[in-house]
């Protein structure tokens, strides 16, 4: 990290000691350390904490969005383009899972500042979904499926690899291989696919529970 330019050292370590002790248990002081700075650097490149996050966050759903708009336009088939966003999209969270960790998990519930600043990048990626995902599968099977239910659905599916690995590598057996990232694909893209454009479920009736 010595190689590093100040503010990229600076993001460097927000990005590691925001994924292990959280935003708020992060200390600027504890920050400017790790990062080889003084505090005055970190308030002149980001202004304070909060911008230092919204800069992650922006990097992060910068590129998770640019991956959408990528692979989910164009004249392919609705399977095909999600199949493909799928794969991108979890090869570019398995090279960034501190970010991610960061991104996904990092959400103060009672500052209405970060939720908005989230929420800007979400309408980006509600309205390419219910162009390219949530159009055709209401057109395929009679499902009206919003957005902003595909969204959050997909992208848990997809990060959960990566949100519980370190549980799942104590919870695993000694003789089981973990899955690779190929097969995991694989395995979201027929979940997702079988469980919302399965013809047969429109015929489903609703399902009420016990009282």
């Known amino acids: 990290m010595e190689d590093l330019a100040p503010r990229e050292r600076i993001l460097h370590a927000a990005i590691v000691l925001f994924a292990r002790h959280g935003f708020t248990g992060t200390g600027l002081r504890e920050l400017a350390s790790i990062a ?108 009206n499926i919003p957005g902003t239910c595909i969204g959050p659905m997909l992208t848990s599916l997809m990060a959960s690899r990566f949100l519980f690995s370190p549980v799942m590598q104590q919870v695993r057996k000694s003789d089981e291989d973990p899955v690779d990232i190929a097969s995991y694909v694989e395995i979201i893209t027929a979940l997702f696919l079988q469980g919302l454009a399965a013809q047969e479920e429109k015929n489903c009736k609703s399902i009420s529970t016990p009282t």
């Open 36 to 143: 080889g700075v003084n505090l005055a650097m970190i308030n002149y490149f980001f202004g304070s904490k909060m911008g230092l996050l919204k800069e992650i966050l922006d990097g992060f759903f910068e590129k998770y969005l640019a991956i959408a708009t990528r692979e989910l336009r164009g004249s392919a088939s609705m399977s095909t383009k999600l199949s493909r966003f799928i794969y991108s999209a979890v090869c570019y969270f398995e090279s960034e899972q501190d970010v991610l960790l960061v991104a996904i998990t990092e959400l103060p519930h009672d500052d209405p500042e970060i939720i908005e600043h989230k929420a800007n990048w979400a309408r980006q990626l509600v309205k390419l979904l219910e162009q390219e995902i949530c159009k055709p599968l209401a057109e395929e099977t009679g499902r």
